[in-house]
C-alpha cells in the first residue's frame, strides 16, 4: 500500500481543480442559511422564485434539479502479477426533471462528470476515469416520458435501466446509463419493467457502445431486450423475475424471493434465494467458454439476522461449470459480490460470513460498519478447463451520513479489502474512500 502514496504529477489543470475545490469547501456554509427548513431546496428559498413557481404550470413549478458532489480514492495492489492500480477523483453530476405536463409528459436529463485530482499514468484502471487516466463530462441521461397513472410510463432515449443484470452500478464517479425505450409500471402487487436497449455508457467512458461490444465482441451491433417483474403478494414476501437477451451473445434468466419476519420488536429474520441461467444463443459470438454453445448456472441463499443495531449475515453460492457468470451491463446480483471478487466463477463453490452494526443504538445515528468473510473453491477457467486458486477475501467498511444540520446530505465510506489465493502466492489488497454531498437546488 505504500506505493499508492508516490507522488505524480496531476493530469488537470489547476485552475478547474481550484474552482471545484471551492465548490467543496464553501458550499456547506452556504447552502441553508442559519433557520432555514432542511428539506426546502435551496433556490425555493428565495422568496422571487417561490412566488413565481407556486402559480405556475405544474411542469414548471414541479421541477427538480438537484446536485451530487463525490470525490473518491481507490487504490489496489496485486502480486504475482505484481500489478497496481490508482487514481483519486472528483465531480459528480448535475440532475434536471420537470414536473408533469397534464400528468402525462414529463422530460430530464443529468450531466455527470469526473475529473483527476492525482491520477499517476502507469496506475491506470480504477475505473473511475477514462483509460490513460482522463477525466469527462457526458449528458448520461436526456429522456421524455409519457405515463399513465402509476399503471404505464413509457421513457425514451437515455435513462437509467435498474434491474438484476442490467442496473447504474453506481459503485464508481459516474453509474452506467442506457439508450433505448422502456415501458413499467405498477399494477396492483405487481411492478414490472421491460423494452429495448439499443448501446449501453460503462462507468469509466463517455461513449455509448453496443451491447456486443461491452460482452468482448467488437465490431458487431447488437441490442438488448428486457423484461422484469416483481412480485410482493404477501407482507415481507418478495419475488423477482428478470429476463435479457443480447441476440447472438447469451441470455440470462433471473429469479428470486425474499421472506422477511419481525420475529419481535428486537429481532428480525430475512431469508432469501435466488437462480441463474445463462446461456449462449444464436451465432454464440462470445469467447469465453471453451465450448461453442455454452449454459451455466448459479444458484443461493441468504440468512440475515437482526437484533437491534447488530445484523448477522450468511450465504451461499454455487455456479455451473458451463462458464463464468457474465455482467458486462451492470453489478452482479449474487449474495456473495464483495471488493475485488464476484466468486461466480465457472464450478465455484463459495459461502459467506458477515456481521453489520448500524450505531444509531449506541447514540450515533447515521454511523455503520460491515465485516464480510468469503471464501470460494473448486473453480476453472472456463476456456482452458483448467483448476483455478481457491480464493478468501476480507471486506470492512465504515460509513457515516449526516441526517440534520447544514451537512445533512454529507456521506462518507471507507472500504478495505484482502484477497488471499490460497495457494498460489498471490495477494490484493484493496482501499476506497468515498465522500458523497447530495442537495436540492430547486
Known sequence: MREFLVRARPRWRTGSLLALLAVWMC????????????????????SQVQDTLQDANPFFRDTNLNLRLR?????????????????????????????????????GGTLFGTFPLYAPENRDGTGLLKTRQEGFVVPGIAYGALRY??????????QYVDTPYINRQDSRMVPRTNEGVMVGGKLGVLEYLGGYLWT??????????????LAGVAGKDRGTMVG?????????????????????IFNTFYVDGEYAWQVTPDVSLRIAGQYTDQRSVGQDLTTSSAFTEWV??????????????????????????????????????????QLFNDFNRANETAWLLGLAYD??????????????FSAGTNAIDPVTRAPAPNEREYNLSLSHKFLQGALRGLSLDAMGAVLDYTNSGRTGLQLRIIMNYEFDLL
Open 200 to 213: 449501453h455508457k460503462p462507468r469509466d467512458s463517455d461513449v455509448f457502445k453496443s451491447f456486443a461490444e
Open 71 to 107: 470525490t473518491y480514492y481507490r487504490g489496489v495492489q496485486n502480486t504475482t502479477p505484481d500489478k497496481s492500480q490508482e487514481a483519486w477523483a472528483a465531480g459528480g453530476w448535475l440532475e434536471y426533471k420537470s414536473g408533469w405536463l397534464l400528468d402525462t409528459l414529463q422530460v
Open 27 to 46: 458550499g456547506p456554509a452556504t447552502w441553508a442559511a442559519e433557520g432555514e427548513p432542511k428539506d426546502v431546496p435551496l433556490l425555493r428559498g428565495v
Open 296 to 337: 451455466t448456472n448459479a444458484g443461493g441463499g441468504r440468512v440475515l439476522l437482526t437484533y437491534k443495531g447488530a445484523t448477522l449475515k450468511g450465504a451461499f453460492t454455487s455456479t455451473g461449470p458451463g462458464n463464468t457468470i457474465q455482467t458486462p451491463y451492470g453489478s452482479y446480483p449474487g449474495y456473495i459480490s
Open 228 to 248: 422484469n417483474l416483481k412480485v410482493s403478494p404477501l407482507a415481507g414476501l418478495t419475488f423477482t423475475l428478470h429476463d435479457s437477451l443480447t441476440p447472438d
Open 149 to 158: 397513472k402509476e399503471y404505464a410510463t413509457l421513457t425514451g432515449f437515455r
Open 359 to 372: 450505531f444509531k443504538i449506541a447514540g450515533l445515528p447515521g454511523f455503520t460498519a460491515n465485516f464480510e
